[in-house]
């Protein structure tokens, strides 16, 4: 895996973080997905395998416009489905008590909410549906998540290629470090998978986001 890294090419891996972060903000397979761990494994890998700065800052734009964009789609689902969202009854993250969780925190905070779920990997999945459910204004929508996607994702993935750059000196560290990180990653992917699959497997209940 740490050969594949080191060999694969910047379009790679932007398609790679890029494919992520979309799928983590546009579905409810992003759940699972362990976002803020790729971008922060990203930078050190672009870091650690000698890519250039301009490369990682492509990243991180390819990293933002994802954002936009996955939010975007998640926020058209709501607007189809409507206030009548389908859970999963007695499911880990899509349930009743996290959808209203979620409406409580936009109700209360509005246009800040739509900033602080970026920050908290269920409720950053479960924002864009519900702000379409709802009837979120969309252009508040739209400017909140452009905002949060900046201050997220390139954030996270630059944060991750700088403090690698400046342990540049300490190779075998960052090496050592990088392995372990993608070991990190990939089975966290695949238990989110797992995970994903059990929950879709429960039984769907109606929740009426009005109530």
Not at 106 to 116: A, E, P, R, Y
Not at 118 to 124: D, L, M
Request: include cysteine; charged fraction near 15%.
């Amino acid at each position: 895996m740490l050969e594949f890294v080191q060999s694969a090419g910047p379009v790679m891996i932007w398609l790679v973080v890029a494919g992520f972060v979309f799928c983590e903000c546009a579905f409810i397979i992003g759940l699972f997905l362990p976002g803020d761990s790729l971008l922060l494994t990203a930078g050190l890998a672009m870091a650690t395998t000698g890519h250039s700065s301009m490369s990682v800052w492509g990243l991180a734009v390819a990293a933002f416009l994802a954002a936009i964009a996955g939010n975007h789609v998640g926020y058209r689902i709501g607007v189809k489905m409507g206030d009548h969202v389908l859970a999963k009854k007695d499911g880990r993250y899509l349930n009743a008590h996290n959808l209203h969780r979620v409406k409580e925190l936009m109700d209360k905070h509005g246009f800040f909410s739509v900033l602080i779920a970026r920050w908290i990997p269920w409720v950053r999945t479960l924002c864009p549906l519900v702000a379409g459910a709802v009837g979120m204004d969309k252009r508040k929508f739209t400017f909140a998540s452009v905002l949060g996607s900046l201050i997220w994702a390139p954030f996270l993935l630059l944060v991750g290629y700088y403090a690698s750059s400046a342990l540049k000196d300490y190779k075998f560290v960052l090496d050592w470090a990088l392995r372990g990180m993608i070991v990190m990653l990939v089975v966290g992917t695949i238990i989110g998978i797992v995970g994903y699959r059990r929950e879709m497997s429960k039984q769907n209940v109606t929740v009426d986001l009005e109530d």
